[in-house]
């Protein structure tokens, strides 16, 4: 009996497997990105050294919340991290979730991070490594077609009467499971819808006498399964009709005196009265746009036609090489909101007698 015990004993140890190593994978463990956008993360290469190297992902330490009537949110997650064997890395292809913290219409709250956890292992090198990503993704920022976008709140400046219709564009083509929405209709009014994907303002909108500056803060939104995954604050002013033009306008009675066709004697000097510009309130500066003899384009090498940036008026230098004919000097306005107006003032030159 001794005998067969050792014997047993031997043969046990003899078959006893070694243990695996567990190895440190080395990935950064938390990540960000904007919806949207996509990323790749490269496993170290003391994993992928391993021919039979095997990769898994698992989700379950998210709250496998419903998404929409089908998908629960582990399905997304399947779906847009996935793993290429070939290259060896974890694509993460962030327009096939949402972003965290999202909060759908109907309450559901998604998770303030994804947990990713990569599972590794390898027979022929005998090793197992675990590691849990955190990747937290934020919304994306919408744009309007045609406004700069580069300030915090893009800002466009629209005069009474104009239409104002502005095109909402998403960073990524919008598939069929989202919508467009205002995230804050109560506070703007009925004046302010939004047809797909283009944003309007009724005629009434602003001030109902047209004649004061009115301000209007909106805030489209992206929607996909009723989760906002873009969104921005966009503001609208309406303002007054510009009045720009060489003559006199009296506001208290809505008057207006053109003055833009003068006769001035040929080679003297001259220099013009200021243009109107009501209101007063938006006059920034003027600059010449251009200028023409008896309608043809003329050219100024001499500097003899100049203007005062701040007033607009017209000064021309007394010289000797102007020919008599009609001088058209177009004149731009550029108002503190940035907007452009054009307005022409005519000499008409001729020999004094």
């Known amino acids: 009996m001794g005998l067969l015990a050792l014997s047993l004993t031997a043969c046990s140890s003899d ?3 070694t243990p695996q190593k567990q190895i440190d994978i080395e990935l950064t463990p938390t990540a960000s990105m904007v919806y949207g ?3 790749s993360i490269t496993l170290p290469s003391s994993v992928l050294d391993a021919s039979d190297v095997q990769i898994s ?3 379950s330490l998210n709250e496998n919340v419903k998404v929409n009537a089908s998908e629960f949110l582990n399905d997304k997650l399947s779906k847009a991290v996935t793993v290429n064997k070939e290259s060896g890395k974890i694509n993460v292809n962030s327009g096939l979730l949402y972003p965290n913290s999202a909060v759908s219409g109907n309450g559901t709250k998604l998770p303030d991070s994804y947990k990713i956890t990569v599972n590794v292992s390898s027979v022929s090198q005998n090793f197992q490594g675990k590691q849990t990503i955190d990747f937290k993704i934020t919304p994306a920022k919408l744009s309007i077609k045609d406004i700069e976008s580069k300030a915090v709140i893009p800002v466009a400046y629209v005069i009474y009467g104009d239409a104002a219709n502005f095109e909402l564009e998403a960073p990524q083509t919008v598939s069929a499971d989202m919508s467009w929405a205002i995230e804050n209709p ?6 302010v819808t939004l047809n797909s994907n283009v944003l309007k303002f009724a005629a009434n909108a602003g001030d109902p006498d047209k004649k004061a500056e009115k301000a209007y803060d909106v805030t489209p939104v992206l929607l996909k399964d009723n989760f906002r995954v873009a969104s921005t604050t966009f503001r609208v002013i309406f303002i007054p009709k ?3 033009f060489f003559g006199t306008y009296y506001p208290e009675y809505d008057l207006t005196i053109v003055l833009n066709n003068l006769h001035i004697a040929l080679s003297n000097g001259y220099v013009s009265a200021a243009p109107a510009f009501s209101p007063e309130a938006y006059k920034s500066s003027f600059a010449i746009n251009g200028i023409k003899k008896d ?22 230098k007394k010289s000797t090489s102007l020919t008599a004919g009609a001088y058209e000097i177009t004149v731009k306005a550029i108002t503190t909101t940035g907007l452009e107006f054009l ?11």
């Open 15 to 17: 078959n006893e497997e």
């Open 37 to 39: 956008e996509q990323q």
């Open 57 to 59: 992902l698992d989700f």
């Open 186 to 191: 109560s506070a703007i009014g009925t004046e």
């Open 242 to 244: 510009i009045k720009f």
């Open 295 to 316: 309608g043809q384009p003329f050219s100024d090498t001499e500097s003899i036609f100049s203007i005062n940036e701040k007033t607009g008026s017209v000064s021309v």
């Open 343 to 353: 307005t022409t003032l005519t000499l008409n030159m001729a020999n004094a007698e």
